[in-house]
């Protein structure tokens, strides 16, 4: 069946880095977009980054940009999101997503990892 697993969240001091990776199983990963999504406590889910399928193309929320970089690597199917220079604001649970487009929309999410950024 489909998997994505999360890993690598926790508490840093402001200022600080983490590197979220994600695996993925149970379908074609190098057919599929991966983004990072993240959603604070009582706020909606916001979208962090996304990286394309073959990994030639990535965007950024304005909010994170310059500080974290999304990688992909089709040869282990898993996703990463270092994250940089972090800061209070940056603390919530971060899912990773899988998108297809065609032939039909297609989403596949993890069960998200919580970062928390405080000293």
């Known amino acids: 069946q489909v998997q994505l697993v999360e890993s690598g969240g926790g508490l840093v001091q402001p200022g600080g880095s983490l590197r979220l990776s994600c695996v993925a199983s149970g379908f074609t990963f190098r057919n599929y977009a991966m983004r990072w999504y993240r959603q604070a406590a009582g706020k909606e889910r916001e979208l962090v980054a996304t990286?394309?399928?073959?990994?030639?193309?990535?965007n950024y929320a304005n909010s994170v940009k310059g500080r974290f970089t999304i990688s992909k690597d089709n040869a282990e199917n898993k996703v990463y999101l270092q994250m940089n220079s972090l800061k209070p604001e940056d603390t919530a649970v971060y899912f990773c997503?899988?998108?297809?487009?065609?032939?039909?929309?297609?989403?596949?999410w993890g069960q998200g990892t919580q970062v928390t950024v405080s000293s």
């Open positions: 990286i394309s399928s073959l990994g030639g193309l990535t």
């Open positions: 997503n899988a998108h297809q487009g065609w032939p039909r929309d297609t989403d596949y």
